[in-house]
């Protein structure tokens, strides 16, 4: 159980287009999650915070014109990255709390999806 | 600033032997304090979490160690395995388990066999 996907898995695209990510809890509801970037050989870095039905929260630094999150769903939340440039190209991780006993209940990670830009 | 510094940056073990890694944390008010695996190309799995009301939490071959007064806590993987050859990142929280974590910079484990 508590199975999150991400799709793609892996993205090439050229420098100036829009490319969109999206996160799904399939066994479960989330009305919170979460995106991290993670670049070669670093730590994860927390993006923003997702909200079901309100505008996400994102993190000192982030650019939220370049980083769009809609999270429209109790299962799905997307994040676009807007004119993507190829120092927007890392590994991008998304994750979810669930719903349900949510104050004993960890995030849980789907496995990520690698962007590159050319 | 960085309120999690994770320690060493990589490891290398021979199989069978211990692993530990260690994280220190700056801020009182984190008290969910759990640890990862992650392998390459894909995303973080918990592997076991502790609270500041125990010391001790032990799981299978892994056992976090936790010291409140020194605002340390530590991973112990015993009997290391070639499988377990991954990146271990400590994390902190506040409040509910499923709360914003903060990542410490992460630990490249080698398990030689």
């Known amino acids: 159980g508590a199975v999150v996907s991400q799709h793609p898995s892996w993205v090439i695209c050229k420098s100036g287009t829009s490319v969109k990510i999206e996160c799904r809890s399939l066994?479960?509801?989330?009305?919170?999650m979460f995106w991290y970037r993670q670049f070669p050989k670093q730590s994860l870095m927390l993006m923003a915070t997702?909200?079901?039905?309100?505008?996400?929260?994102?993190e000192q630094g982030v650019e939220k014109d370049k980083f769009l999150i809609n999270h429209a769903s109790l299962t799905l939340s997307t994040l676009t990255v807007t004119s993507a440039h190829p120092e927007d190209s890392s590994f991008y991780i998304c994750?979810?709390?669930?719903?349900?006993?949510?104050?004993?209940?960890?995030?849980?990670f789907g496995d990520g999806t690698r962007l590159s830009i050319l | 600033q960085q309120q999690v510094k994770q320690s060493p940056q990589s490891l290398i073990v021979q199989k069978g032997g211990i692993s530990i890694i260690n994280c220190a944390y700056e801020?009182?008010?984190?008290?969910?304090f759990p640890w990862y695996q992650q392998f390459p190309g894909k995303g973080p799995a918990l592997l076991i979490a502790i609270r500041p009301d125990v010391s001790e939490k032990k799981e299978g071959r892994f056992t976090i160690s936790f010291n409140k007064s020194a605002k340390q806590f530590s991973l112990h993987i015993m009997d290391s395995q070639p499988g377990d050859s991954a990146t271990y990142f400590c994390?902190?929280?506040?409040?509910?388990?499923?709360?914003?974590?903060?990542f410490g910079g992460g630990t490249r484990v080698l398990v030689k066999p």
């Open positions: 997702s909200n079901e039905g309100s505008k996400a929260t994102y």
């Open positions: 066994d479960f509801q989330a009305t919170t």
């Open positions: 994750s979810a709390r669930p719903l349900q006993g949510a104050s004993n209940q960890p995030q849980h």
């Open positions: 994390a902190a929280s506040i409040g509910a388990a499923g709360n914003k974590l903060t």
């Open positions: 801020n009182t008010a984190f008290d969910y």
